[in-house]
């Protein structure tokens, strides 16, 4: 892999002067071999599908643990707003192909969005909780004590909030 090389190219339908130089250009990182470019988004491809088939491994594997630590239903939605903005954002980007700074903005509003599609299901339901001062019901408690005994240490339930 050849290392990146920073390159100026004039813009597509960009303006001119009188001896035909282009007067508008973008820079941009490139290697010497445009193949490079499509293995690195093959490889995120990759990684991040992998990443999504563990997370649904996971999630199954949970299903049967009590309520508090029971996720699974904000796991789907975190997944399912990922690929709502893979199926919304990736051809938007595609399509502003020659277009380098709207391809960023959109690229960047991505990016926001899925960081809160990911982190507003998993924590708002842990603050609200928290907010409202929920006690722990039996099956949490009976799931601490046995995972506590599990390791020779006891645990100490109490009905008060802390």
Known sequence: VDPMEWVRVPLVGGSTDRFARPMES???CQTSNPGDKTIF???LFLINF???????????KARNHPTEFNENQYVALSMLGVL????IG???TFLLGDHPDAQFLVASVLVALLCFVILLPTFVPKLSMRHLQRL???????FLASNNNNNNTS????????
């Open 50 to 60: 992998l990443a999504l088939i563990i997370a649904n491994v996971e999630s199954y």
């Open 90 to 92: 990736l051809p938007i």
């Open 84 to 87: 709502e903005l893979a199926i």
């Open 26 to 28: 973008v820079g941009q």
């Open 41 to 43: 988004g093959w490889l």
């Open 136 to 142: 722990p019901d039996k099956n949490y408690t009976r």
């Open 155 to 162: 645990i100490i339930t109490s009905n008060t909030p802390s």
